[in-house]
């Protein structure tokens, strides 16, 4: 069974930080793209960032662009996301996916498992 478990969210003020991380299992993580998508409510899913299978290869959103870093750690099975200057319009629930065997994408249709999400909330 896969298993992806986002945590880190939380409540801060703008221009703080928070680091998102996301442990799997069920997968072969070290052969999986992984991305970070968010979404608020009324609004369809929208990517964040993605990494490929060996951390060389990686893309961010424009509007996250300078502020939010996504990296890897194959031999803890986990993704992550740290969240720098963070501004109010950055307040979502933050999901992580996993694409098995595939590249890294900019497209949420693309990934085959997915968290439960985790809320931040940047307040002004």
């Known amino acids: 069974q896969v298993q992806l478990t986002e945590s880190g969210g939380g409540l801060v003020q703008a221009g703080g930080s928070l680091r998102l991380s996301c442990p799997t299992s069920?997968?072969?993580?070290?052969?999986?793209?992984m991305g970070w998508f968010r979404q608020t409510p009324g609004k369809e899913r929208s990517f964040v960032a993605a990494i490929s299978w060996s951390g060389t290869n990686t893309y961010h959103a424009d509007s996250v662009k300078g502020r939010f870093t996504i990296s890897r750690d194959n031999a803890k099975n986990t993704v992550y996301l740290q969240m720098n200057s963070l501004k109010p319009e950055d307040t979502a629930v933050y999901y992580c996916a996993a694409r098995p065997g595939g590249t890294a994408s900019v497209s949420r249709h693309v990934y085959a498992y997915w968290g439960r999400g985790t809320q931040v909330t940047v307040s002004s």
């Open positions: 069920g997968l072969t993580f070290s052969s999986s793209a």
